[in-house]
């Protein structure tokens, strides 16, 4: 019966059947579906931990509020029932996830949409972190290879030196010395928001090149604690996976030496360097947060800080959630990464 109606079928939609059927039984769209399932109960244990966390601190925004001559006290009243800050706590918390579950995450206690407040710095931070992370990778990569390579010689130690000054430097310091640095050289490096005041009058290729010139220093500060510590497992992967019987094999063929380290070598020792991607990618919109605040760039670091100073509840929590949803996602990239990187690799092996 099964053959006749299959037989009957145009063959055209037997094709698109067969792509749809294989499709939703492959591997990967099985294990991300599995992933998502497993994130959602993940997603919701995090939210109680963080809204219990948040109500912990004394006070609250009305309490700062209150210190303030101009708000009087029915507006204090009518605020904290606009905010279910007379409720209990449980009241409060389902009344936030009964939103969010409608694709609405509040308002600020400022009377601002927190999706709106979110989405007008998300672009700015993602700007300044994606432009870090491949300054990062760029340097790092290559001069982990060179020291791998060079083991125990004179550019190998002061590859190693740097790596252990540039770890042991917090990102605040390094931040203020840019800062003296910029202030000895200027006006050439520009410091203070992501444009000039003369962006508007610029070209579309000249506005490019003004928000590039202004991302120079917050963009440094952000890469060197992350860059020295990339070099140094890029290194110690390398020198460990060149150690491998099968790395003398292909060296005793007769292979290019550049085929063995490239083709060979680096693509076994890039797994844990993918790995740690993954975990960048959960703290590409926290990471910038020094950057942005010791050089005013308009990202969700002052506005995070803001919020968390002034206990705006609804902007604090979306922020949270934010960040845990980026670990998972950036989790699941690894995991996917490793397996486009390495065939071998069974995603069943992540569960």
Request: glycine share 6%.
């Amino acid at each position: 019966m099964t053959s006749t109606r299959e037989n009957s079928r145009p063959p055209k939609l037997n094709i698109v059947i067969d792509r749809a059927i294989a499709f939703f039984t492959n591997e990967t769209f099985v294990y991300i579906c599995k992933r998502i399932l497993q994130a959602l109960p993940t997603l919701f244990l995090a939210s109680i931990l963080c809204f219990a966390i948040v109500q912990l601190a004394p006070g609250d925004y009305l309490s700062q509020a209150a210190l303030r001559p101009e708000i009087s006290e029915d507006t204090l009243n009518q605020m904290r029932q606009q905010f279910a800050l007379d409720r209990p706590i449980w009241e409060q918390y389902w009344r936030w996830l009964s939103q969010v579950l409608q694709g609405n995450f509040g308002k600020s206690f400022t009377g601002q949409s927190v999706a709106t407040l979110l989405w007008d710095r998300v672009p700015a931070t993602l700007l300044l972190a994606i432009s870090s992370l491949i300054l990062t990778w760029a340097i790092a990569i290559p001069l982990g290879i060179v020291g791998a390579l060079a083991q125990n010689q004179t550019i190998d130690k002061v590859l190693r030196v740097i790596s252990y000054v540039g770890q042991g430097f917090p990102s605040f310091i390094t931040a203020l010395l840019l800062l003296r640095v910029a202030q000895n050289l200027s006006p050439l490096l520009p410091v203070g928001n992501m444009t000039s005041v003369f962006h508007t009058d610029l070209s579309p290729l000249g506005k490019i090149l003004d928000i590039g010139w202004h991302m120079i220093l917050p963009t440094i500060a952000l890469s060197i604690t992350s860059f020295a510590g990339l070099q140094r497992i890029t290194r110690g992967q390398l020198l460990d996976v060149l150690r491998q019987d099968y790395i003398r094999t292909a060296r005793a063929k007769g292979l290019p030496e550049n085929r063995v380290i490239y083709v060979h070598a680096l693509r076994n020792a890039i797994n844990p360097l993918i790995t740690i991607l993954g975990f960048e990618f959960s703290s590409l919109l926290s990471g910038a947060f020094i950057a942005e605040i010791f050089f005013n760039w308009p990202g969700l670091g002052k506005l995070i800080l803001q919020a968390v100073q002034s206990q705006d509840l609804y902007l604090v929590m979306a922020s949270l959630m934010m960040g845990a949803v980026m670990l998972i996602v950036g989790n699941l990239l690894a995991d996917l990464l490793l397996k486009f990187v390495d065939p071998r690799i069974q995603l069943d092996d992540f569960q």
